[in-house]
């Protein structure tokens, strides 16, 4: 399959990388796609990662019924409001109609709250702090793999304090401490971390934080927020405690979450015209190995190349993974692959690079005389012989220098995209260049409607200070806000 | 809250201990129950525990859209007959009636099979073993928490293979090597394996295989199920290969799921009549901390079950868990939980015994001088006064030997509660005492039909060999089986 160039047409670029690179198939239910193996394995390394910093901080996991009874949407006004048009809706059990229908969850805010009801009496049971990983529907007229899909999947956490301020401060560190700590560390992709504005932050929510990366093309993507809700969805759920001071109050609410949507920004982020690379850490395997076959050396390259594989891993056991060729070792630290297809080496080489994984080791006869192997970086260009003892240590730090690689490669083109604007025309022109506009703003909604329908871009966030300090600088009046403009990913 | 005492009333003493010890609250949801943190622990620990055992498989996972269109349900008829009238069905999204409707997947061979269909040639593609962690919906009219529930959990496995014997095998080595290894070694539960009769089957399966333990009233659990479901689905979708002569043929199909439901299998197997017990494996807590408080040296203990806690896990660091006064330290390898309540020490430890955490460390002034604390082992009931320094191996040995003692109470059970039987009456007697019946059948569909409506009883299994030797003798006649039967948990 032919990829379509990035500048020719984005979208249809991104489409054709992430299919050509086995990341998805389109499912047989609208919008929705069925993760391959590989996205699936993306995304459990996110899951792994969150989780162990979520232990940190003290989250439990819990897990909620897919289905919400309809009456609950009426008790936050801006909730059903936004929710209402997305809504898929079971009408029917037990092969007859139900006597109230059910929505599939769009996100789980309205049952945690009727959960908290039950659990909660004095200050002395604060704070309350719960995450779940979940599939979700909403119903959306236009989808695009993992980026917005009908059904996608994302851990959300909820979590309930005694004070504002309290509340405010977690939905910070789950903002700094999880998730900019697991796309920056993890995903290699920085971003602008601010607020949003009134108009685009969630609804029912006082603050909504938020990370924006920007994507291969300029765009923003908004990857996760973390919501300060506030007392709003507790009085509407008349969810109360007992505070120090012996009064009725209710608790402080905070929710965030973060999606396979994800996925998608690790295409765009660190794919190319020619295809997508997996950061080194989330990589399934160490290293795909490539025998190469001369005439009759089959058997010889093949028990070096499984010697190699035992090296890797420090697994002797192989295992089939798919069809006839491909085999995998498991060790308790990393995988590798090894593709025995008898093929030309240069047709086996673009394949696993079109494929994404970031290392790949080549050997031949001439290997094993030698003792050593090619080793090849995806990311970095690199490509060397190395003796077999130093083939470990080699890997890890040409897996850590790719890594480091693409974050850094992320950090510059938001640095070199992102531009102090003066006027609408100067943020019309930053945003058809594919570039994140810094704006003072006064504020006025009136602006987010224009940037919308002359430049098809949003209000991304308000940055927190200490970002792109020589450009965002304090504003001029003081009811004004440093605001970032950009088009959605 | 009383237990009900399991002679009273088994089913009643199993919600009310399953709601004592916090593992689930009903939702406001038909049939449905919130999981709470600590049985999603329990679920967790079953999942990595899998997950490990199937990548040494080479089984890859993958998430399969959660609706199906309801057209697909007439591709199989053995399967629409048997899931139709436990179908959720979605009928409306973007706020209006959808042009087909869909179902909440109850189980995804069928979106497995569409899903098949593009990606197979020939025999080299074979085999493919795919996986997935999934939510289910069944809406059944009766539902009891974690056993039958409206939505449940589990991993679904689909796998294709060149031959019969071949998916036979790896159904085979499912139910052995990932299966059985994980309920018998991590969960202590033993059972009998076998596999179903015609009627009992899976709807569209050729065999399926199943391993049943014993619950604490002498009730049968299908804890799993793997199915060598063979061609019919192949056919019913059109999915071929070209095989090693040249010729198309449909694979052979295998499918095979462990649920949620095994957690309550771990509820009635530990259970008795006080409270629930975790196997040690399985504890989210290496040991739970009870400080012991004087007058006036609350300081001096907090700081010293400070020291405890960090020597058991390595780490020192507090994190709050819940409210003010739970606090939890979270190592590389385990968890510990200090409750730093000033009640009663007869209070605390009565709390954490229905809690079902496996041990706890009980310590006071007393014991910081002489630089000891107290273990406790809730499944032996050892307790003994441990030098800190001989702590951590200490809580190692207690958590084997509890481990092992759970395993063994269940392997004792269904061995003294088996019973060989030549008559009806014999099996009625067997499955009204709480017991497993072992019969000759003649594999007549109209047993299976007098025992339902005499003793509420079910064939539960066929029982491979080498199980029972001194019971389960050679049938008499060439024609009949030894089957197991028993009441259904």
């Known amino acids: 399959m032919a990829i379509t160039p990035q500048k020719q047409d984005y979208s249809q670029w991104y489409l054709d990388v992430a299919k050509e690179a086995d990341l998805f198939e389109y499912a047989p239910v609208t919008g929705c796609i069925t993760f391959l193996p590989k996205s699936v394995t993306l995304w459990q390394k996110i899951r792994e990662t969150m989780q162990k910093k979520l232990d940190l901080l003290g989250v439990q996991n819990m897990m909620l019924p897919l289905?919400?009874?309809?009456?609950?949407?009426?008790?936050?006004?801006?909730?059903?409001?936004?929710?209402?048009?997305?809504?898929?809706?079971?009408?029917?059990?037990?092969?007859?109609?139900?006597?109230?229908?059910?929505?599939?969850?769009?996100?789980?805010?309205?049952?945690?709250?009727?959960?908290?009801?039950?659990?909660?009496?004095?200050?002395?049971?604060?704070?309350?702090?719960?995450?779940?990983?979940?599939?979700?529907?909403?119903?959306?007229?236009?989808?695009?793999?993992?980026?917005?899909?009908?059904?996608?999947?994302?851990?959300?956490?909820?979590?309930?304090?005694?004070?504002?301020?309290e509340a405010n401060a977690f939905a910070l560190s789950i903002l700094h401490d999880v998730y900019i700590a697991t796309i920056r560390d993890l995903m290699a992709i920085d971003g602008i971390v601010g607020r949003k504005s009134e108009s685009e932050k969630f609804a029912g929510a006082d603050t909504t934080y938020t990370f924006e990366p920007m994507m291969g093309n300029g765009w923003a993507l908004q990857i996760c927020t973390s919501h300060l809700l506030g007392q709003g969805f507790m009085r509407g759920f008349d969810v109360t405690f007992q505070n120090r001071e012996g009064w009725l109050e209710n608790p402080y609410y905070t929710s965030w979450g973060l999606s396979t949507r994800s996925i998608g920004g690790i295409i765009s982020s660190h794919g190319d015209d020619r295809w997508i690379i997996i950061p080194p850490r989330m990589s399934e395997y160490g290293a795909v190995i490539l025998p190469i076959y001369g005439k009759e050396n089959t058997d010889r390259v093949n028990a070096y190349v499984r010697e190699i594989a035992s090296i890797v891993?420090?697994?002797?056991?192989?295992?089939?993974?798919?069809?006839?060729?491909?085999?995998?070792?498991v060790g308790d630290e990393t995988k590798t692959l090894i593709d025995f297809r008898n093929i030309r080496l240069g047709e086996k080489i673009a394949e696993w690079e079109i494929s994404g994984y970031p290392q790949r080791i080549e050997c031949g006869e001439r290997d094993i005389e030698q003792r050593t192997c090619v080793v090849a970086s995806r990311i970095t260009g690199e490509k060397k012989i190395v003796p077999l003892d130093e083939l470990q240590s080699t890997l890890a730090l040409m897996a850590e220098a790719g890594q480091k690689a693409?974050?850094?490669?992320?950090?510059?083109?938001?640095?070199?995209?992102?531009?102090?604007?003066?006027?609408?025309?100067?943020?019309?022109?930053?945003?058809?260049?594919?570039?994140?506009?810094?704006?003072?703003?006064?504020?006025?909604?009136?602006?987010?409607?224009?940037?919308?329908?002359?430049?098809?871009?949003?209000?991304?966030?308000?940055?927190f200070e200490g970002q792109f300090t020589d450009m965002l600088l304090t504003p001029e009046k003081s009811d004004t806000v440093m605001v970032v403009v950009a088009r959605n990913f």
């Open 67 to 165: 289905l919400i009874p309809m009456s609950y949407f009426e008790k936050e006004k801006d909730h059903i409001e936004w929710f209402a048009p997305e809504l898929a809706v079971v009408t029917h059990g037990w092969g007859k109609q139900l006597d109230e229908p059910y929505a599939i969850r769009p996100t789980s805010e309205l049952l945690f709250c009727q959960f908290f009801k039950n659990r909660l009496t004095s200050y002395r049971d604060l704070p309350l702090l719960y995450n779940q990983w979940a599939n979700i529907i909403r119903w959306e007229k236009r989808t695009r793999p993992f980026l917005r899909t009908t059904e996608f999947h994302w851990q959300e956490g909820h979590t309930l304090h005694e004070s504002h301020d």
């Open 313 to 329: 891993t420090g697994s002797q056991t192989e295992i089939p993974v798919r069809g006839e060729y491909f085999r995998a070792y």
């Open 406 to 463: 693409l974050l850094e490669k992320s950090r510059v083109r938001l640095r070199e995209n992102t531009v102090p604007c003066k006027s609408l025309e100067d943020i019309g022109e930053a945003v058809n260049d594919g570039k994140f506009a810094l704006y003072e703003w006064d504020k006025n909604p009136a602006f987010e409607q224009e940037i919308k329908d002359r430049f098809k871009a949003t209000t991304r966030c308000i940055p």
